[in-house]
């Protein structure tokens, strides 16, 4: 089994593990909402591989959440990813993180879920999984509308997670809709991607390997009087 540390910034939640195959075996995390990664990133590195009572030689791999997500989160992540990778020699694998969001989801039949992560103003992140967590729509920016994901007004259950569900539940007045504002990117949902893709070798280059930003970065300035 590939041991395999996942790191997960893409949020705010601060969220590091240690997985063996698809199980974790050490999980540290802290969904703060000003944004802690820079000072607690490593900690959670070093304290998450103590806790599985490994050496960073042990490792096999490491994993990225790889976005869409915040900016500077995403930039933090993978910084420290890569500096893994290439002082401990390891391959660099990179998980979805709407993706690994939807894992949080144990569907029924016929369900849908739809993880959203909030961007400016009406915007989100979004993208769309079937009841066996497979994508059936691509990774998307939008305005939320009354029109948004209408093509499952006739679902039996559509699943709304995210930061982006409490403006979506403000305008989206489907009654097959639940919504879920609370639900964040958590390291412990990317083991089972991870361990796939080790297991498929498909590896990030580590040298050129960026985050999906989705958008570009926009400065927010101070406002002219």
């Known amino acids: 089994m590939a041991r395999i540390l996942n790191l997960e910034t893409a949020t705010t939640n601060c969220s590091v593990c240690v997985s063996d195959g698809n199980t974790v075996i050490a999980l540290k995390e802290n969904n703060a909402v000003d944004y802690s990664h820079s000072e607690q990133l490593h900690i959670f590195i070093r304290d998450a ?31 420290a990813a890569k500096g893994l990778c290439f002082s401990l020699d390891l391959p660099l694998i990179s998980v979805p993180t709407l993706q690994s969001m939807a894992l949080q989801i144990r569907p029924e039949k016929g369900e849908v879920i739809i993880p959203v992560l909030d961007a400016r103003r009406m915007e989100v992140y979004a993208s769309v999984f079937n009841e066996n967590h497979e994508e059936i729509r691509e990774t998307r920016a939008e305005i939320i509308d ?32 639940h919504f879920d504002a609370a639900i964040v990117p958590s390291a412990k949902e990317m083991a089972t991607i991870a361990h796939q893709k080790y297991q498929a070798k498909k590896f990030e280059d580590v040298a050129y390997f960026e985050p999906f930003y989705l958008k570009d970065f926009v400065l927010q300035g101070k406002k002219k009087p």
């Open 146 to 177: 009354e029109t948004s994901f209408s093509t499952y007004t006739a679902t039996q259950k559509v699943h709304i997670i995210g930061s982006g569900a409490k403006k979506c539940e403000e305008i989206l007045n489907y009654p097959n809709f």
């Open 49 to 79: 591989v103590e806790e599985a009572s490994l050496s960073f030689s042990d490792l096999d791999a490491i994993a990225v959440s790889k976005g869409p997500g915040s900016y500077t989160g995403l930039r933090i992540g993978v910084s």
